[in-house]
């Protein structure tokens, strides 16, 4: 019978391109230069240990779990998950072929296995304990078949929003898989905004960030929907002009952006949220303007949002409630 896998294409999705391109999954690590075709665990235990000698205990039993899982658990026919999380995409995939070493084909990234990918999946689309289960940031863990089955799920069918999958594999959860996972919830918080709360939603930002911001005037659109500057009648510099797209599907592209440039004068500066993220196109556009334009998209705005998220506004806070924790993290000498 065949498992199912979730494997990470680097932090934030860094490498799926590549996994799609080369049609692979891969895992590191960079200085571990060695074909693990005939090692066992011991023996990747004993690699991992020299090779990273500051490493905890638990440090290396991780490392050489999810390097032996690669090489010697995954088999043909197993079914695999990598997530894109500026789009919000999980692709499904099936393990074609056996382990190789190929140290070459994705930089630090040299342990792969070759993969048919047959499938994209929206992160919107997937029930909540599918969720909470592919939310660990380990490289490389195990899903259970219900999981899977979610994944699988054709959409165009009716189904309970909150039905229960049972057994759903919780992998061992550290520091960073609970930062990771908090930052999806989030994601997903801020996706059930509207354009307008939107809009509100930068102003709170900009606001946390010690400008005095307002979100302008409906009207006909004049790639300006939040304004921002020191004294907030736009005399003191920097002068902040906001664009806000919310099309989570649909990535803005060149033209809106050259649009929106066209708007700035001397002295402002363009901010130009899109919870689609933008094209490569788009990006160009705005490292070659006249202008200073800053792009968000959904992962930068999380970020900044968190990061100014004790200086938030009562209005910020109502639209993104969210609560502080503290989690205890490991001594030097443990």
């Known amino acids: 019978m065949s498992q199912g896998w979730m494997v990470r294409s680097g932090r934030g999705g860094a490498y799926v391109e590549q996994f799609l391109q080369h049609k692979v999954i891969a895992i590191g690590w960079n200085d571990l230069e060695v074909d693990l075709s005939n090692l066992s665990q011991e023996d990747i235990v004993v690699r991992v240990q020299k090779t990273y000698p500051n490493y905890h205990r638990s440090a290396v039993a991780n490392a050489a779990a ?56 929206s992160r919107d689309a997937l029930l909540r304990p599918t969720k909470n289960s592919l939310g660990s940031t380990l490289s490389l863990f195990s899903l259970s078949d219900a999981v899977i089955k979610d994944l699988e799920h054709d959409v165009e069918q009716p189904r309970l929003p909150n039905a229960i999958i049972p057994n759903a594999v919780e992998p061992e959860e550290s520091i960073d898989d609970t930062e990771e996972r ?130 938030f506004d009562e209005s910020g806070r109502m639209l993104v409630p969210l609560v502080p924790i503290w989690w205890p993290a490991k001594r030097d000498d443990q």
């Not at 026919?77 to 072929?97: F, N, P």
């Not at 705005?286 to 998220?309: G, H, K, Q, W």
């Open 66 to 121: 999810m390097l032996f899982k690669i090489a010697s658990t995954l088999a043909k026919g197993d079914r695999v998950v990598t997530y894109d999380s500026e789009r919000r995409i999980y692709h499904l995939g099936r393990i074609t072929g056996s382990y190789k070493h190929l140290p070459n084909l994705i930089s630090g990234l040299q342990h792969t296995r070759a993969v048919t990918w047959d499938k994209e999946i």
């Open 182 to 311: 908090s930052l999806e919830l989030i994601k997903d918080l801020i996706l059930g905004l509207d354009e307008d709360e939107m809009e509100q939603l930068l102003a709170s930002l900009l606001r946390a960030m010690g400008y005095k911001a307002r979100v302008s005037p409906k009207g006909p659109d004049r790639g300006l929907d939040v304004f921002a500057s020191p004294d907030g009648l736009g005399l003191q510099s920097p002068r902040i002009k906001g664009e806000v797209k919310h099309r989570p599907t649909s990535s803005m592209g060149a033209q809106d952006i050259r649009t929106f440039i066209s708007t700035l004068r001397p002295g402002d500066c363009g901010i130009y949220l899109s919870t689609g993220g933008f094209t490569k196109e788009a990006r160009y556009e705005a490292e070659r303007a006249n202008y200073p334009v800053s792009l968000i998209n959904l992962d930068d705005l999380v970020l900044l949002i968190t990061e100014n998220y004790a200086k």
